[in-house]
């Protein structure tokens, strides 16, 4: 089978196309032949080198996959050959997405929704995962609390924004100017260009001094150490970047704010109640950009550049 393989730590010229052997499914394991795969800043963040012990070289990379069961081990039961399915690979376990075909444990491999073409759906398994573990699972959002979502328009974001309306919270959400009716379709209530703007004097006017119930946080740096100037009482700060930057944690104290840092986990239960929001129209990702399997790493490039004018994800098509 053809993969993108990483052969070094470095830029996108780190990876090389080759030919490798078709991986064999074991027991309680599906053989699926990718047919899309997308690009994360996880993604990019493996190839240079901010993971080195847990990513060993040469390695296929990648953590996206939508595609079709081609076989499978002793034990599978609840999929058989012909079923779309859609996943994210086990991180930093095992190989990745950016190849022909890929081996997953049944777990965490969920039936493919109907509705959403190869291409849609593999944009998805990653970050909408990621947004369900934050706000769903570690913020538990509620109805008619308020959220803001920084970064609206990016791959998280955008989903983000989709589940915090579809659990019916009042959304607000950072972006540049370009991107504002992006994010307002996407069911933002209120939107802050943050180039023309202090999001902080924004939300404090929006919501009377009260702040918001939920910060998520997908950009870094100030945005999370400022995060409780617009924190209401007994809110939550969820945040998938790195906490490098020095944080405000006495103002956090005064709000008796909670914190959580959020690696998503794997299994079929969320690619499931992600499934039900698609079919029932109140979630779909966007694919901003396309690019085939050899082109990985103009893929890579493309987002890793700042300003890059996308909106949603970087879409991979493997098969033809």
């Known amino acids: 089978?053809?993969?993108?393989?990483?052969?070094?730590?470095?830029?996108?010229?780190?990876?090389?196309?080759?030919?490798?052997?078709?991986p064999v499914p074991h027991a309680g394991q599906v053989?699926?032949?990718?047919?899309?795969?997308?690009?994360?800043?996880?993604?990019?963040?493996?190839?240079?080198?901010?993971?080195?012990?847990?990513?060993?070289?040469?390695?296929i990379t990648g953590h996206d996959v939508s595609g079709v069961v081609e076989a499978f081990g002793l034990g599978v039961t609840g999929l058989s050959v012909?079923?779309?399915v859609w996943y994210t690979p086990q991180i930093f376990d095992g190989p990745g997405s950016y190849a022909e075909y890929h081996v997953a444990d049944e777990r965490i491999v969920g039936k493919k929704p109907p509705s959403l073409p190869h291409l849609e759906a593999a944009s998805l398994?990653?970050?909408?995962?990621?947004?369900?573990?934050?706000?769903?699972?570690?913020?538990a959002l509620r109805v008619g609390e308020s959220v803001l979502v920084h970064g609206g328009a990016g791959g998280v974001g955008h989903v983000a924004i989709q589940l915090a309306k579809a659990m019916g919270a009042r959304v607000f959400t950072t972006a540049r100017e370009a991107n504002v009716p992006f994010v307002r379709e996407m069911g933002a209530d209120v939107v802050i260009d943050y180039e023309k703007?202090?999001?902080?004097?924004?939300?404090?006017?929006?919501?009377?001094?009260?702040?918001?119930?939920?910060?998520?946080?997908?950009?870094?740096?100030d945005t999370l150490s400022r995060s409780p100037d617009v924190l209401a009482q007994l809110g939550c700060v969820a945040t998938i970047v790195d906490i490098a930057q020095p944080q405000n944690l006495v103002q956090a104290w005064g709000k008796n704010a909670s914190y959580h840092f959020v690696f998503t986990r794997q299994n079929r239960g969320k690619l499931d109640e992600l499934s039900a929001l698609v079919e029932r129209g109140q979630l779909r990702p966007h694919v901003g950009a396309v690019y085939s399997l050899a082109d990985?790493?103009?893929?890579?490039?493309?987002?890793?550049?700042r300003n890059n004018g996308l909106r949603g994800k970087i879409a991979i098509a493997v098969a033809p």
Do not use: C
């Open 1 to 22: 089978m053809k993969a993108v393989v990483l052969k070094s730590f470095g830029g996108p010229e780190s990876f090389a196309l080759e030919d490798v052997p078709t």
């Open 31 to 59: 053989l699926v032949r990718v047919h899309a795969t997308s690009i994360n800043p996880l993604d990019y963040q493996v190839r240079r080198g901010d993971y080195p012990d847990l990513v060993p070289l040469p390695s």
């Open 82 to 84: 012909g079923d779309e």
């Open 125 to 139: 398994p990653l970050v909408g995962g990621t947004a369900w573990e934050a706000l769903v699972e570690r913020a």
């Open 197 to 221: 703007e202090d999001y902080v004097d924004v939300i404090l006017r929006e919501t009377n001094g009260q702040g918001v119930d939920v910060v998520f946080d997908t950009i870094g740096g």
């Open 296 to 305: 990985i790493p103009a893929a890579h490039a493309l987002l890793e550049r």
